[in-house]
């Protein structure tokens, strides 16, 4: 893939909640950062202003950075509010769906996009395609572990409805990102659910279980939600509804418990000090919880490389969104996916329709939680 | 409900990690702040020697307190690892069989467990018996939200798989316990989901929200996980697995994010010093999230109060629990929900035996979340 490396990696610059602004300035810092070279798709005379005002705002390394960037114009936009599969199809010209070209003609070697989420999936499957013998891509997010470690989750979120056969392939492609991202050797396996024993579970779980044990992987057993955060397994499979509760759940409860410790340490002298003496102390935990440091969710199963950021990102979120990307295609992640996934079957083929059309209901299209 | 209010609250002192010691001195500790008679049910020489124990350990309450407990003898044993339905059928002396007995002939006004929370729901099921109409009982509990308030989230365990009419008599049921228990005159409903928008969600979610919408209460629509831990809704419903997921991922980031703190706090000075100025003022925040604190699950749907105390139980946490069973026998909750289930449809009837069945797949045995 020697070609490949010296080709850029495609940046919507008009997705997220932040666009083009800070999409822009991501690019420029991750382009001096990572030294990857960035192709910013959008509405050209926008993503110009910015990139210029970004560059008189760092000249230190604005500048430098400026020749890694170019520019691709994409006259569409596909809002956050938008459904994404009739989107996809009425806007040929959206930033999201040029990306995604770029990746299949090779003329990038990855696509990044904080802009609705659902759209993005569903350019994927559009332009850059399944891999074949994938039932359906998934998205897959990494949650930190009190060893220091993670757990990859997958799915999060691209599939509410699941078929047993499909959790075993989300078993496969979470084992070969573990390996290739994580460099967990042996990836422990394990399928998310209510009780440790074999035999509990939803009928979804039960009739996965075997088919888990049955694949070439590493597979555990059932693992529970407490378990995400320990050394428990290396990737944890569930379907997108139950993995998108459960890492909404997670950041629900972690941003409650740091907002009331705030406030507690604003309450008193006492708590004032205390709060100052320990606050960098929590700053990496913090961080290891914060969607910004762990930047971009690869988006498994399809054939080529797109990350989805999330739709919160800042220029920071953005350049730990294009490192993914990045390592992902030096890796070249997919291509390995394509070939362990052979061996295990989904099921019947569904056609592209078919797998948006159930992406839709299990996509949240504002802000699927799209860690990495 | 006169003559209720002088009944016993009859406890399984053979249930739980920490049984019987950490139950019989609960009972004391229960007896002497609530104010409520405690009808120990285990193995009568094993209790008594733990009441002798804790009476001679505090003899300033305990003493006073003993006068509220009696003992009733029950053979047999129910342990953790036991098949729940199998062990209730086989085992009609064991403590929990014998308690909920109690409730079921009058003798008793509520039955806490803190043992197999499958056999905890299997015996209330064969002897307290399920509410007329409720197609499935549900396990309920509290989860704390920043504004000070709960989120009551209906189902963590009891239904693994569940049928959307199912999940509007969750509604219906969280919202009588809303409004009873926790002073909230009109309670907001939502249904947990991987997206707010209508048409978000699993075919089980997007066919329940419209008999949500029909039902006899406050429905505000999908929530997301986030959203339990803010001022989104009142009661949460969803069903066991998806429940039983969120809590348990709810609590092992709580213990986790804990943990790095604490962690922190030690590795330096600063942080040390830090840490214990602030140590006093985190903890109501912990205690908040933390099942000791909140004691007990009241099962929802049948004919008497239950209440699952969580496997870890240790004696403070059988106070919160026996605090819940007072409460809810004083405020007569199964019948308030005996007369708004008749309302809503759970769909057509099962024999109790299937009730137990898919309520074993659906239940954690060693260790289901049962805070309240």
């Not at 890694?68 to 459904?83: L, N, P, Q, T, Y």
């Not at 989300?170 to 422990?188: D, K, L, N, Q, T």
């Not at 993995?243 to 340490?265: D, M, P, Q, R, Y």
């Not at 700053?283 to 999330?310: F, M, Q, W």
């Amino acid at each position: 893939m020697a070609a490949a490396d010296t080709l850029p990696i495609a940046l919507d610059a008009m997705g997220g909640d932040n666009a083009p602004r800070d999409i822009v300035r991501g690019a420029l810092l991750g382009a001096a950062r990572l030294g990857v070279d960035v192709v910013l798709v959008g509405r050209s005379a926008d993503v110009e202003r910015e990139l210029a005002a970004a560059v008189a705002d760092d000249p230190a390394g604005g500048g430098a950075a400026r020749a890694r960037i170019s520019v691709v114009d994409a006259a569409e936009v596909i809002g956050m509010d938008e459904h994404p599969a009739a989107a996809v199809r009425a806007k040929k010209g959206a930033s999201v769906v040029v990306a995604c070209e770029l990746v299949a003609s090779g003329r990038a070697r990855a696509a990044v996009s904080a802009g609705n989420s659902g759209a993005v999936l569903a350019a994927a499957l559009f332009h850059v395609k399944r891999l074949r013998g994938v039932a359906r891509p998934a998205i897959g997010t990494s949650l930190p572990r009190s060893d220091g470690g993670s757990t990859f989750l997958v799915d999060v979120g691209a599939n509410a409805d699941c078929r047993p056969e499909w959790l075993a392939q989300f078993g496969v492609m979470g084992s070969v990102y573990a390996r290739a991202m994580m460099g967990v050797e042996s990836p422990r396996v394990g399928l998310l659910s209510n009780g440790e024993e074999p035999g509990k579970g939803s009928a979804l779980v039960q009739a996965a279980s075997p088919l888990l044990a049955a694949a070439p992987i590493r597979f555990v057993g059932n693992v529970e939600g407490k378990d995400l955060f320990h050394d428990v397994c290396d990737v944890a499979v569930t379907d997108g509804f139950t993995g998108n509760v459960a890492l909404k759940t997670a950041e629900g409860i972690g941003e409650f418990l740091f907002a009331a410790i705030s406030a507690e340490a604003r309450k008193s002298l006492q708590g004032k000090v205390g709060g100052a003496l320990l606050k960098p102390k929590l700053r990496p935990i913090r961080d290891r919880a914060d969607y910004r440091s762990t930047g971009g969710a690869l988006l498994l199963g399809v054939a080529g490389e797109v990350v989805i950021a999330h739709g919160r990102s800042d220029a920071e979120a953005i350049v730990s969104a294009l490192r993914v990307a990045h390592t992902a295609a030096q890796r070249d992640i997919h291509s390995a996916i394509g070939r362990e996934i052979a061996a295990v079957s989904g099921g019947s083929a569904d056609d592209d329709v078919a797998v948006v059309a159930a992406a839709d209901a299990g996509q949240h299209a504002h802000e699927a939680e799209t860690r990495s």
